[in-house]
């Protein structure tokens, strides 16, 4: 094999190690990719994960036993994740956000990549020692949140729909009350087994109608809810749910007669 300089190997270990979160790495696959010796890839992770912890990009972590070896965990440190979530509050808050009803107007940053990734990442930092097995999310305004969330987790996302789908199989389906209207949710029943951990994760949290939903139908499957986030919530709904459901920004008042909303940080975000 071609001799592999150190900073070359560096550079495409970080990129194999940021790449797949929250994933197990042998120090052997390592080895047998670069050439190196055992020691060798060890002085090398140690270079990384000194490098990570000092410009706060994440958490390089060992794993003992047989089956062993390094993940990266890319942990956001509290402080970070507050400044990030003020920062969008500031953005949602300019005027023409608020739309007819008092309704708050989210689609563009739902759909920036940037700004949704590091959501999910400030999401998945709360939720890493929880180890769930999948996130739970409910169509469609959720799903970009829940995805994101996911794979800093590293775990599949599972989309509870409005109606089954016949290519998905047999499905799971419950009616729960959202504001003033029984509704309808449906999952396959593929797609989560007794037992499993699940993270809810959905865009808005109004009257709680549909977090709840999400919550009896993980009862339906047998599955333990480890957690329940929202990208926002309305400040009467965090109130009702404080403690049982993490908002990323709490919606305290929104006028649509001049089109101006006023948002904050989660009260859990606070270092």
Known sequence: MEHIRR??????????????PN?????????????????????????????????????LETLPGASGGVRYRPVMPRAEGYAAVLSLCE???EPGRVLPGGLLYLADLIADPAVIGQMGRVLASEYFDAEPDFVLTMETQ?????????????VPVVIARRSSKAYEGPAVH???????????????????KPGQRALLVDDVLRSGGTAGGMMDLMREFSAEVVGTAMLVGTEEACLRYAGAIKPLMVLEEA?????????????????
């Open 23 to 59: 994933r197990s790495h042998a120090l052997a696959a390592f080895c047998d990719a670069f050439g190196a010796a055992k020691s060798t890839v060890s002085e090398d992770l140690d270079i990384i994960r000194t490098a990570l912890d000092r410009f706060s990009l994440g958490r």
């Open 7 to 20: 900073n070359e190997r560096l550079a495409a270990m970080t990129r194999m190690l940021t790449e797949t």
């Open 255 to 271: 006028d649509a007669q001049s089109g101006r909303a006023k948002l904050r940080p989660g009260d859990w975000l606070k270092v």
């Open 91 to 93: 953005r949602l808050s």
């Open 142 to 154: 959720g799903i970009p949140l829940a995805m994101m969330t996911a794979n800093a987790l590293s």
């Open 174 to 192: 419950i009616s729960y009350l959202a504001g003033h209207q029984f509704k309808t949710m449906s999952l396959s029943r593929r797609l989560v």
